[in-house]
């Protein structure tokens, strides 16, 4: 046989469990990390972090928007006059099949020395380094284009007929001869 005598206190308990239960819930949504921002995160080994202990505010992941990226290509000095800023650029990055498209946005007014990564000491030794122009190529990045990724550029640059391309050797051999 029941009594109802405990009734109260069973309800009461009911209440003061639920109540804990959401106390707890919004406890562990403020331990969540949140971005402002969406995108990728680019800090490298994040597992390193598990069982730290942070204080609030610490930076504990760095998240960077990869939506729209900025390639940096270097421009022979020779092919110079043939580059306007604006121009298509198809970027072929290590490890892709299909080139990327893009939009060059802004040259160097002045040569800059190469990166060692492309040209060693060793192949350059002797003879005076070429000279490039640093432009900065603006991508639509699909997801699969990584920061600091590298590979080739081709600055797209308007078609001619071969009478053109005649046209433009004789201009620029008598250009040459006269100055």
Known sequence: MRTYTDVGTAEQERQNRSTNNQLAGEQ?????????????????????????SLDEGDVVLRVGDNSEMKAQVYIPEFAMHNVRVGQSVRLLPQGRVVPITGVLSMLSATSVPIANEFASKEQLQGINPPRYFLGTVLLKNDGELLAGSMGTAKVLVARRSLGGLGLRFCRELVYRKVW
């Open 28 to 52: 562990l949504k403020q331990l969540a990390i949140v971005s402002p921002i969406s995108g990728v995160v680019q800090t490298p080994n994040p597992n390193d972090l598990l069982g730290r």
